[in-house]
């Protein structure tokens, strides 16, 4: 027996079988695939990603469905999300682009407006792999093929020509080097040892082709999922614990206001702390302060009284004022983390928090909006694009980059440096370090230039640091890196990687 929600966000009406164009992206997609992403990420993965969303256009199109406004919103913020691979070399925010990107193609294809539409339509995608694949096996055996004289002249001269291509192109790489390096840098070639690589690349990137086109056709209607209402609490049982929370958190803002005014020494005088165990001790309390926030307000908001407008009013000025000092406690929050780094250095970790920080500061604010225009139906999708927009700006800015930036700079202010943690770093603090003087320029950048050595992918697997930093290293090689690192002798900083 189907589910009772399996029923409700099933579409009405299956998709009609797919056509020529869809079974053309889905075949291209594989096979892009399988010639670009088996020696990196980069900008092929862009072509990858063209294909796909050409096959999902046509399934869309053949299906009669109309790009609305937050569709365009979404593939717009896809195509910038997959455009972080070609320009930066540094993992994680790789990582994080490349979900985002799936994600907020997948909402594009699905749509929602509801909390649980947007939510289960970011990860949809994922879920149509097998509808997929059922659907074009339908589709082929629904559309009869052409007759033979119609397809065997074609298929004749297409294999006439790549045998023509393979003899002449084999014979001139032969006779010219410079050709031959051109060509192999602008046609790929797939080693014997891949070959299973490239066989599961042509299939992951077929079936997720075919899960867009399917998606686009005909998606799953995550909207109609059914969401059971909460029963309200009573006024004193549910506003009491809100107004003891907005006493304690002004409360907690009035002495951060005295430690700004009054200085930091009484203070760190007072608790015993040094100046950076100080600042230290409260950001990662104060993260977890506004995480817990969030989810108060959502189960507050869920189960406040609306029997009457005096409900309403006090419900909104209760929770308004709990995101709003929130939103002093996240500034704080970030104050902290700038005099730890001000002590110590910045690092990835201490990015990737703060980016988070001031992520969750920008949801408060969003509540606080929605609070104020007393309609929440654009919350979902605004929070969701704001974690978008914000995996973009993490990637764009480069945090390898900001990294090296400010630890070359603070080298220059105090003579200290943690050559050991900015060894660690990719091509993307390349720019940055090569500012330094020898032999700590050497010394940093040997791990990365060791690696730039070893490897040597095509153009379709390059980002844009990378190339950046072959030329930089090209231009300006290093000085005995193996001893440089001796030479250095620099004092390294005790707090570097736990935090």
């Known amino acids: 027996m189907t589910p009772a929600w399996k029923k409700a966000v099933r579409p009405q009406g299956g998709p009609a079988p797919a056509g020529p164009w869809v079974l053309g992206a889905v075949l291209l997609t594989g096979l892009l695939s399988t010639l670009l992403l088996g020696s990196g990420i980069?900008?092929?993965?862009l072509l990858v990603a063209s294909a796909a969303a050409g096959g999902a256009a046509a399934a869309a199109r053949a299906a009669r469905r109309r790009a609305r406004p937050w569709t365009l919103a979404w593939a717009a913020t896809a195509l910038l999300l997959l455009a972080v691979p070609a320009l930066s070399e540094a993992g994680w925010p790789v990582f994080l682009a490349l979900a985002g990107a799936l994600a907020a193609g997948s909402l594009a294809l699905h749509g929602g407006r509801r909390w649980a539409g947007v939510l289960l339509g970011a990860a949809g995608l994922l879920l149509a792999v097998a509808p997929g694949a059922a659907w074009v096996?339908?589709?082929?055996?629904?559309r009869s093929l052409p007759a033979r004289d119609r397809w065997w002249p074609v298929l004749r001269a297409a294999g006439l020509a790549l045998v023509l291509l393979l003899v002449f192109g084999g014979l001139f790489a032969g006779a010219?080097?410079?050709?031959?390096?051109?060509?192999?840098?602008v046609v790929p070639s797939v080693p014997v040892a891949e070959v299973p690589l490239r066989v599961l690349l042509f299939g992951g990137g077929a079936a997720l082709a075919l899960a867009a086109a399917r998606t686009a056709a005909s998606p799953r209607r995550w909207d109609r999922l059914p969401v059971s209402p909460a029963r309200p609490r009573g006024l004193l049982e549910w506003a009491l614990p809100l107004v003891?929370?907005?006493?304690?958190?002004?409360?907690?803002i009035g002495v951060q206001l005295v430690v700004l005014f009054g200085g930091y020494a009484a203070v760190l005088h007072s608790t015993g702390l040094t100046y950076a165990q100080y600042a230290r001790q409260g950001f990662w309390q104060l993260l977890c302060v506004t995480v817990l926030t969030l989810a108060v307000v959502a189960a507050a908001h869920r189960r406040a009284p609306r029997a009457t407008r005096r409900d309403t009013v006090l419900a909104r000025c209760l929770l308004g004022a709990l995101c709003l000092l929130t939103v002093v406690v996240v500034a704080s929050a970030l104050r902290r983390m700038q005099l730890y780094v001000d002590a110590y250095g910045l690092t990835q970790l201490r990015v990737w928090v703060g980016a988070v920080e001031i992520w969750?500061?920008?949801v408060l604010l969003l509540l606080m909006a929605a609070g104020l225009l007393r309609s929440?139906?654009?919350?979902?999708?605004?929070?969701?694009?704001?974690?978008?927009?914000?995996?973009?700006?993490?990637?764009?800015?480069?945090?390898?980059?900001?990294?090296?930036?400010?630890?070359?700079?603070?080298f220059d202010r105090t003579g200290r440096i943690d050559l050991d943690?900015?060894?660690l770093l990719s091509a993307d603090a390349v720019p940055a370090l090569d500012r330094l003087p020898e032999p700590q320029r050497s010394c940093a950048l040997e791990e990365v230039a060791g690696t730039l050595e070893r490897e040597s992918p095509p153009w379709y697997a390059t980002s844009l640091s990378e190339a950046r930093a072959r030329a930089l290293l090209r231009d300006h090689p290093l000085v005995d890196p193996e001893d440089a690192c001796d030479r250095a002798g620099q004092p390294v900083d005790d707090r570097r990687i736990g935090y």
């Open 244 to 252: 003891v929370l907005d006493v304690l958190f002004a409360v907690f």
């Open 176 to 185: 010219d080097a410079a050709f031959a390096d051109l060509l192999s840098g």
């Open 376 to 410: 929440g139906r654009w919350l979902p999708r605004a929070v969701v694009l704001s974690a978008a927009v914000g995996v973009l700006a993490y990637g764009l800015a480069s945090p390898d980059a900001l990294v090296a930036r400010q630890n070359v700079s603070r």
């Open 42 to 45: 980069g900008p092929g993965l």
């Open 137 to 142: 096996w339908e589709g082929l055996r629904a």
């Open 360 to 362: 969750l500061g920008v």
């Open 421 to 423: 943690y900015l060894r």
